[in-house]
Structures are given as structure tokens and as C-alpha cells.
């Protein structure tokens, strides 16, 4: 039997990022090399993105930059899974022919069984019910190799009037308790040190399993966890943070004070168009409670701007709402136009280029807000994750717990003796804030905490 060697580029969420963990696995235990060495593969898999506008181009334009290496002989076949495949199943291959092979969501754990097939030149498509994509599973992990993300569950039922998780992915479903805490313990066993707990809605996690969200007994059984030292919580949602969680997350060291909370707006009457909860007032009133149950905790949120009959009023309120919470980590983004959403038949759609300028001016508010906030860090000591060493400007780089990889920043500090080994944890006294970025210098090494 032929060897043949498989590549990943994988696109869009963290969660999609997990699934694309468990695909390589799958391929592996198979008999398939992965490299990740895409010109030296002989088949490519792009697990793409296909939530929003700008996220579609980049899994087309990645799909035809593989089919490009086909063409110059350097692969012998493009596989296309992933959001965007399960939710234009009758179009993508008759718009990228460059692709030999779509599969949705649900076929994931197919594609190693047909992949010597796809090699040897036979085509296809696969659409199974995307309610069959694999919960759990053995992964290869993409990340580094101290930090994981745990996927908690798959799908959701808030049906936000602009989102098209829902068609894409399905119905919300959890896993148990036990399936997560025993892949969090291998996870750890392998040298894990923070665990990143994701989903589409964290917060609502167990409800169809257990009756009720069980979040904080999730988090309680991973915090006995021996050698985790950090649980990172993304993807909270306002109407479902309870006093139970906020007390837990207050009480317990291993959770970090760092809250994903996306709010979307502020605006009463955008929020009830957007099939969402709440008011100016009634989000102000939860953020109060949420900092004063937990000093120093750092919220993390997302906000669009351009919403089908967005009225400057509701803006103002909006960049008004941003300025007065000064939020410590805050992205803003253009509304896309969803097809088969129910906000892209709304009437009062906004000019693109009317709904970037909005977007901009909130951005160019936070990032004072930030460099303020940065600013007020001049002398504090921070615990930080060593991630590495940049030769070009001489420092070394980690997160804190209020830096989320990837979405968030980073802390760069100098070193004056031993090096801090990559993973380890060690403590930085913050000097300065350069740009929003925190430069400091090494205090303490882990072995010294």
C-alpha cells in the first residue's frame, strides 16, 4: 500500500480549529503521514470558514492557492470540508472545480476512508446529517503544545436574526461531563497548561443533557485537574452569566478573571432586531456586577455595527456605552449580509462603507481606551505565559490572563539571566505600554514562584 502524506490549513473559529484536530487524527490512525509541510503532501484538506463575508474569501482564495500547488505538481489532490462546504453543498464545486473532494461537517469522520480514492483521481461529494460531525475524539493538536483549546459542545439554538451558526452547524448538544473532563485529563496528562473552554454559547452548557447549564460543575471537576494551572472561559453570553459562576470564577485560582462576553450592542431596540437580550441599562448594570464580584477582571467583548436600521442615535449610544465601560479587550465589525438570515431581509440596510466607518471609530476609541488602560499597568507584576523569543527586537514574549491567543495580545519583556523555558509560567514587573503593548521585565522564573 502506498504512503501518502496529508496537509491541514485550517480557517475561521477555534472550534472549527478543534475539528480540524480530531480530522488529522482520524488520518493518522489510518495510516496517513500529516506534515505540516504543505509542499510536501500529497493531499491537501482546507477545513474552511464560511460565517461572514470576509471569512468565505479567505477559504475560496486558500482553496485556490492549494489548487494552484496542484497545478504545479506539487499535490495531487484539494479537499474541501469545513462551515463553508456544509453550507453550499450544491454550489462550491460547481464555482471551484479546483477542488476534488467536498465534504460537510458530518462527513469528517469519513474522509480518511475515502482519501486513497480521492488520491488515486476519483472525485466526490459527501453530505451526511452534520448532526453525525464528531463530538470527541483523539487529536493531533495545532496549538502549542502547553495550551489546548476544549471544545464543551457543538451547535446552538439562540438563533441571533444575523448569525448563520444555526443552518451551519445545527442544534446545540453537549457533551457530558465525564467525556470532557477525561479528554481535559489527557490533554493535561500530555503536558497541557491552560485550557481554553470554548463553544458557540459556553454558558448554556449541559442544559440539553442535565435540565439546566451545568458550567460551573464542569469547571469545578476541571480545576481538580493536577498539573492544569490555567481554565480560560470564551463565548459567555450576557442573559446566562449566573452569581453562581461569577462567585466560582472569583473563588477558584486556576479559572482565569477573564470573561469572553460578545454583546453585539447596547442599543435596546438593535438588540430586540437582533434576536438578542437586554439594554444599555440593564448590560450596565450586569458589567458593574460582574467587577465588583471579581477585582481585576478583564472582559473581553464583540460589538457590530451597521445592523440593518442601525440609527445614528443608536450608534452614539453605542460609542457612548464603549467609552463609559472601557472594556479591557473589545473587537468591532462591520455587519455582513447573511443570505437565508433573517437580518438580510431587513429593510434599512446600511452602506458598506458607511457601516466600516462606524466600525473604525469604535475601534480607534478603544485602542485609546486601551493604551490608557496599559498605561495604568507601569509598575504592576503580572503572571505571564513564556511563548518564545523574537531575535529581530530582543524580547521575549508571553500572554497574561488577560490575553486570549491569537485574539488577544501579548507581553514582551527582557531577560537578564537564565532563559524561561517556553511554557513555563514566570512573573514580569510591567515598565511600559507602548502601542497597547505591555514591555516589562522578567522578575521571577517559575521554579522561583
Known sequence: ???????????????????????????????????????????????????????????????????????????????????????????????????????GIGANHQIAGFLTQILEGKSMEVFPPKLELPLQGERILSTPPYSAYLKISEGCDNCCSYCAIPLIRGRFRSRTIEDVVEEAGRLVANGVRELIVIAQDTTRFGEDLYGKPVLTDLLRELCRLEGLHWVRLLYCYPNRISDELLDLIASEPKILKYIDLPL??????????????????????????????????????????????????????????????????????????????????????????????????????????????????????????????????????????ADSPDIDGSVLFTVSGDAPPVGSFCKVQIDQCVSCDLIGSLLQAEGHL
Open 264 to 401: 453585539q450592542h447596547c442599543s435596546g431596540r438593535v438588540l430586540r432586531d437582533m434576536n438578542r437580550f437586554g439594554d444599555r441599562e440593564s448590560l450596565r448594570a450586569l458589567i458593574r456586577k460582574m467587577r465588583e464580584k471579581i477585582p481585576g477582571l478583564v472582559l473581553r467583548t464583540t460589538f457590530i455595527t451597521g445592523f440593518p436600521g442601525e440609527t445614528l442615535d443608536d450608534f452614539e449610544e453605542l460609542a457612548e456605552f464603549v467609552q463609559e465601560t472601557r472594556f479591557e479587550r473589545l473587537g468591532c465589525f462591520p455587519y455582513s449580509q447573511e443570505e437565508d438570515t433573517p437580518a438580510a431581509e431587513f429593510e434599512n440596510q446600511i452602506p458598506e462603507e458607511e457601516k466600516q466607518r462606524r466600525a473604525d471609530l469604535i475601534m480607534e476609541m478603544q485602542m485609546t481606551i486601551m493604551q490608557q488602560l496599559g498605561d495604568g499597568l507601569c509598575g504592576e507584576t503580572l503572571e505571564v505565559l513564556v511563548e518564545g523569543y523574537d531575535s529581530e527586537t530582543g524580547f521575549w514574549y508571553g500572554r497574561s490572563y
Open 1 to 103: 500500500m502506498l504512503s501518502y502524506t496529508v496537509g491541514m490549513v485550517s480557517l475561521g473559529c477555534s472550534k472549527n480549529q478543534v475539528d480540524g484536530e480530531v480530522l488529522l487524527a482520524s488520518l493518522k490512525n489510518a495510516g496517513f503521514a500529516i506534515s505540516a509541510d504543505l509542499n510536501a503532501a500529497d493531499a491537501v484538506i482546507v477545513n474552511t470558514c464560511g460565517f461572514i463575508e470576509s471569512a468565505k474569501k479567505e477559504s475560496i482564495d486558500e482553496i485556490l492557492n492549494m489548487a494552484q500547488l496542484k497545478q504545479e505538481g506539487k499535490l495531487k489532490a484539494v479537499i474541501v470540508t469545513g462551515c463553508l462546504a456544509e453550507r453550499y453543498q450544491t454550489e462550491i464545486r460547481k464555482e471551484l472545480p479546483e477542488a476534488d473532494a467536498v465534504f
